[in-house]
């Protein structure tokens, strides 16, 4: 059974940084691109960075760039987000997903249950 | 502003039809996928591809694609079915992920 835990969320001063970790099991991680989406306090769902099984390609949304780094361990099969500079702007829950994609279809089919991160004095 | 527009509420009565849309260019080239989030759950894929419904999902839901606008209809919705529904494709570029804004959609 595919298993995706996010942990790492928390309670963050503004400017402040935090590094969010997602453990997977029950698939060859290293097969997969994987990627954080999140979704702030009665707002969508939002697209924030996806690395791909060999960490060649990596991409961000362009209001995390510069701030955050996705990278990922497979040989711990664990995708991490480094988060510097936070604002309020970037409280929200944090999803991991697992990325599917081919040349006319994407869609994540697993995710984790989330981790909060709330960015507040 | 998304490049993935999505009405932000709809109603259907239990046991009947209701369809969501979602409008974009980049439909034209890819695919939309679908997910169900209810509040405090992880999202839930119930469609992608041309119309591929994932193991699990009910046969209440479909999925359909015409020109720009990506459909997923819920025959005889069910209580259960009540929650926010975003669907998700590429960006025009087709390097970035992008989400529609959200659908409400009530039971009645």
């Known amino acids: 059974e595919v298993e995706l835990v996010e942990s790492g969320g928390g309670l963050v001063n503004p400017g402040g940084s935090l590094r969010l970790s997602c453990a997977s099991s029950?698939?060859?991680?290293?097969?997969?691109?994987m990627t954080w989406v999140r979704q702030a306090p009665g707002k969508g769902l939002e697209w924030v960075s996806s690395?791909?099984?060999?960490?060649?390609?990596?991409y961000y949304t362009d209001s995390v760039k510069g701030r955050f780094t996705i990278s990922r361990d497979n040989a711990k099969n664990s995708l991490y987000l480094q988060m510097n500079s936070l604002s309020a702007e970037d409280t929200a829950v944090y999803y991991c997903?697992?990325?599917?994609?081919?040349?006319?279809?994407?869609?994540?089919?697993?995710w984790g249950q989330g981790t909060l991160v709330t960015v507040s004095s | 502003s998304s490049e993935l527009s999505q009405d932000p509420a709809v109603s259907v009565a239990l046991g009947q039809t209701v369809r969501i849309t979602c409008q974009g260019d980049?439909?034209?080239?890819?695919?939309a996928s679908w997910y169900q989030k209810k509040t405090g759950q992880a999202p839930v894929l119930v469609m992608y591809?041309?119309?591929n419904r994932p193991l699990g999902i009910s046969d209440r839901f479909s999925g359909s694609t015409s020109g720009n606008t990506a459909s997923l209809t819920i025959t005889g919705a069910q209580a259960e079915d009540e929650a926010d529904y975003y669907c998700?494709?590429?960006?025009?570029?087709?390097?970035?992920?992008?989400f529609g804004g959200g659908t409400k959609v009530t039971v009645l």
């Open positions: 997903a697992r990325y599917r994609f081919s040349a006319v279809s994407n869609y994540f089919d697993y």
């Open positions: 029950g698939f060859i991680f290293s097969d997969y691109t």
């Open positions: 690395i791909s099984s060999s960490s060649t390609n990596i």
């Open positions: 980049s439909l034209r080239t890819y695919y």
């Open positions: 591809g041309k119309k």
């Open positions: 998700h494709s590429r960006d025009s570029s087709g390097n970035h992920v992008v």
